[in-house]
């Protein structure tokens, strides 16, 4: 099974071949693995393990979710992927995939309706929650790793207990309002909001602590495919199926800060850098496209996929990115950080 979920990009049907500009400067493509997964890649997270004061040993972990219905586990060494763990038992492709604060503990949604959780060091599972039918869409964890975070195509937001593996929270879980689709979740450092974006453009920015909405508006008029909090967390950015991304200012949401346009055809992904200076978004132009966030213009933009790129991540120092495409490839770029 290879393609966009849910529906085919009209773009890509028609053989889009041409694109921006290629990249200059400090921007690099580091490497390729090719045939990462035996069928496309629909998502994937890289985080770094907090150094333990008994240990000199500090691993960047990637995570990576296939239409292959695998998990895999890779540690990034000397500029390359090394593959660690084949994480098996999901029925159908993985949707979404995340790494908790700690980078020890693995998340992962299915097709199949179900969420797993993983240990990182040893690829052992954990937990297998039966999210219910349709239930289970992209996932969260909270910066306190205690609670994840489920969308879902009955239009709410499932919070489930990593320890027991129960939803908890509201029984109906978190409205979003119109019963639409949650395609995309994004939580803010130190868990104070939680955003989702719908499947009608909408998004929706929900005060963790209090459970009520404090940002609700159609930011996109077409599928919200891809959302992140600014570092710190002033600014929400948005990716859509309308070619743009968007950046909210939470204190005055109504107006878009900025809209950023370049894609060709629907953006699928987006991150922010850690450093809070830029940000990445793919697209299923097939290119991977980096912003400055305070100049809101593009600064390089890669071409290297051959089909669409569902998923982009910076690693924690915010000098390096991943991208996950249909073409079962994992590429990752070297970019410059502001000192």
Known sequence: MTGAVPGVNPAVAAGLTSGPPP?????????????AHSDSIWSVAWKRQPSIKSSSIVNDVIVSG?????????????????????????????????????????ASSSLDAHIKLWDLDNGKLLKDIDA???????????????FLMAGSHTGVINIFDCETGKKTGAPDGLPTGGGKFVLSLAISPKTKYVASGGSNGHVNVFDVETG???VSLEAHGMPVRSLCFSPDSQLLVTASDDCTVRMIDLSAPQTPAATLSG??????????????THVVSGSSDRSVMVWNAGSRRSEATFVEHTDQVWSVKYNTQGNKIISASDDAGLFVYEVPTIQ
């Open 212 to 214: 009520k909405s404090v």
């Open 132 to 146: 219910g039918p349709v239930d289970a869409w992209t996932v969260k964890f909270t910066s306190d790793s205690k």
């Open 66 to 106: 296939g239409v292959d219905d695998l998990v895999k586990v890779w540690y990034w060494v000397g500029d390359k992927l090394d593959h660690r763990y084949t994480l098996e038992g999901h029925q159908l492709g993985i949707i979404s995939v995340d790494i908790d604060e700690t980078g020890h503990l693995a």
């Open 23 to 35: 990249v200059s400067g400090q921007y690099s493509t580091l490497y390729k693995k090719m045939a």
């Open 263 to 276: 894609h060709q055809s629907w953006v699928l992904s987006v991150d922010c850098s850690p450093d809070n």
